[in-house]
């Protein structure tokens, strides 16, 4: 692994020695670090470590005494397990709970379930000096684990060419978190910026700043605990000892990790006619959604407009006036041009302002804003010059739309390709008329990765990036 550093994520669902400090592992773990490579490892299924011999079905065992090299070392993530409950099948996320079965493992001579405690032969490391310890039994002293979680409990596995149902353990979760980091990194790559490497320094960053619940689900139900554990570990507010941080709310922690800050674009018509409806819509990427919208406009003119639909009215005068959050719709009857601009928050309170756009219109027209962009097909706006917008939804997963502006009849080849410049898919190779026109591309056969789209309409060039996240 240290001499291969072009696999950035790697995981492992083993333990070794009990109660050692493995030097020349460790200094491999440096090595990792230093080369950009994220190292997970399961903190191991033997409920919760009280670091004292237990007496149990067995008879006497001192599984609950240690962890298992290299589920407490300090120089890579320790990954515990969680329970996960959703609206149904590929359903919506409702709530998660510490992995604990509950049942004893005769051969392991333990109880099943996500392993975490302290591991005195390894000091507090610098990134857990800051941590609250006093709800959850940490220790102040020694190195405790997990740091995070993912799912470990009902898991759908591919092994050998062949399915395997209803896995657990957090042999599924260290993996997961591998997964989950490579799709930061492919996010980091399209950026140009660096891999997020070892990532404990900046996950305990975030956990014990003001914004933790924007970047993690906070596990609070459940424990790890086990007849003779005395109680511990509880899930609590938090850092706990059953799933460390808890388990990443995926996309905002995505681009906290690969430093995607918070943008926004806003697309649509700059000359509306007679008459004539347009849609404009906004595209916000980086920071941790969701997002909210608000939508504003600038009359181009002293004297009073007339009414909009929307109320209040906008006042006279170069002043931005809000006209709505999220969908609101906007009608002008008068023949003043106009700007329109819009503000984007995301969880964390932060925001940007788009681009602005200005719109000329004739002796009447409408102007709708929307977050959402519902067009499709082609409308009868012609932009005075070409353009290519960037894809929405992006990310996106599975199907996102490409929308481009033809100033004049053209032949029309649009083309995706993956990153090592293949020929994906083609969406277009024909003529089209002048306006906007907007394609849908699905992408479901595809692996998740980053991929450019190629707009050539006669002489016009227009090449940009899309990141398909499953």
């Known amino acids: 692994m240290t001499s291969d550093s ?27 670090q230093t080369q950009g490579q994220s190292f997970f490892n399961v903190s191991g299924d033997d409920d919760a470590i009280i670091n004292g011999e237990y007496s149990g079905p067995g008879g006497s065992d001192y599984v609950y005494s240690f962890f298992d090299f290299p589920s407490e070392d300090p120089y890579i993530t320790q990954v515990g397990g969680t329970t996960l409950t959703t609206t149904g099948p590929a ?131 459940g424990d790890n605990a086990w007849p003779g554990s005395g109680g511990r570990f509880p899930a609590v507010t938090g850092y706990d000892l059953s799933t460390g941080w808890g388990t990443p709310q995926c996309q905002a922690l995505i681009n906290y990790l690969s430093g995607a800050v918070l943008a926004a674009t806003i697309n649509g018509p700059t000359y509306l006619p007679a008459n004539q409806p347009g849609g404009y819509s906004a595209l916000a990427t980086g920071g941790a959604p969701p997002y909210s919208y608000q939508w504003w406009k600038l009359e181009e003119t002293t004297a009073a407009p007339a009414s909009p639909s929307a109320s209040p009215n906008i006042p006279p005068g170069n002043t931005w006036f809000e006209i709505g959050t999220n969908s609101p719709t906007v009608s002008t009857s008068d023949t003043y041009n106009f700007e329109i601009k819009c503000v984007v928050s995301d969880a964390t309170g932060n925001n940007v302002t788009s681009n602005v756009i200005s719109v000329e219109i004739g002796a009447a027209g409408n102007a709708l804003a929307s977050n959402h962009g519902t067009d ?62 907007t394609v849908t591309w699905a992408a479901e056969n595809l692996p998740s990765g980053v991929y450019i789209y190629r707009l050539t309409a006669g002489s016009f060039v227009q090449i940009k990036r899309m990141l398909f996240l499953k």
């Open 91 to 221: 359903g919506s996320y409702v709530s998660e709970k510490v992995w604990n079965t509950g049942a004893y493992n005769s051969n392991r001579e333990a109880f099943v379930g996500s392993s975490g405690g302290a591991a005195y032969y390894y000091s507090i490391p610098s990134y857990q000096q800051g941590v609250n310890m006093s709800n959850n039994d940490g220790s102040t002293t020694a190195r405790d684990v997990p740091d995070v979680a993912l799912t470990a409990d009902s898991i759908y596995e591919w092994v050998d060419n062949q399915p395997i149902y209803d896995q657990g353990g957090t042999s599924c979760a260290a993996p997961l978190w591998a997964g989950f980091t490579a799709m930061g990194n492919q996010q980091a790559a399209s950026l140009g910026h660096s891999y997020a490497g070892f990532l404990n320094p900046a996950l305990y960053s975030i956990g014990e700043g003001g914004n933790y619940n924007a970047y993690f689900h906070d596990v609070t139900s």
């Open 376 to 437: 499709t097909g082609v409308d009868q706006v012609i932009p005075k010059t070409n353009s290519l917008s960037q894809n929405y939804p992006n990310p996106f997963n599975p199907t996102t739309q490409i929308r481009f502006g033809l100033s004049k009849p053209a032949h029309v080849k649009l083309v995706v390709y993956d990153v090592l410049g293949r020929e994906v898919a083609v969406l277009a190779n024909h003529d089209m008329g002048a306006g906007y026109h």
């Open 6 to 32: 072009y696999v950035k994520q790697i995981s492992s669902s083993w333990g070794l020695t009990p109660n050692v400090v493995d030097q020349t592992a460790d200094n491999s773990f440096l090595q990792l």
